[in-house]
């Protein structure tokens, strides 16, 4: 299947550029960057939207902060009279840890406000999702953590996440949500996880 809409859920300024709640945007960005498109600011629309060559399937970045997402998807859905089935929804998931990707058919917000505005304004959680782990927070202090940057630690992990994340919406557009689910649910690892396990001795390899 192709969708017809994927969404990345962040928050618009440059203030919120390359935290652990815009992992959604990063994730178009290269899809859009691997394709040749360009975002354009609609404020009709009240988002940036590119369009893919070839599927003309439309890429949708909420430019309205996070817990007002809904508002822009809705619109655009009900313009173009698309069933919510044919949409992808990207977003960072603060419960699973960073390296992770979990493909969901549906299902609820589980404490994301991006999530809760778009049940609240389709009245259905009946749309595909990725969720993209970002790792947890320490207790009472979870607003600073999706507002807060990746450590120079964790930059690998992440490009290595996003790029994997990339491969995978590519699939789910292909091939469909399980094929893409059935492939990706592993634990990425970072470059240099990658290069310390090559070097143990395959007997001994968990």
Known sequence: MSFSLIVGLGNPGRQYEDTRHNVGFMVLDRLAAASGACFQSSPKWQCHLA????????????????????????????FHKWPT???????????????????????????????????????TDDFPRL?????????????????GKFSPDEHPLLE?????????????????????ANRYHTRIQSPQSQSDESQIPGPDRP
């Open 51 to 78: 369009k893919l060559p070839v599927t003309g399937t439309l890429l949708l970045k909420p430019q309205t902060f996070m817990n007002l997402s809904g508002r822009a998807i809705r619109q655009l859905l009900a």
């Open 131 to 147: 969720k993209i782990g970002i790792g947890g927070s320490q207790p009472g202090n979870m607003v600073g953590h999706v507002l």
């Open 85 to 123: 089935e044919q949409m992808l929804v990207v977003y960072d998931d603060a419960a699973l840890p960073l390296g992770t990707l979990r493909f969901r058919e549906k299902g609820s917000a589980g404490g994301h406000n991006g999530i809760k505005s778009i049940l609240e304004h389709l009245g």
């Open 160 to 180: 290595n996440t996003l790029a994997t994340a990339l491969e995978a919406v590519q699939l789910a557009r292909s091939q469909g949500i399980a094929t893409a």
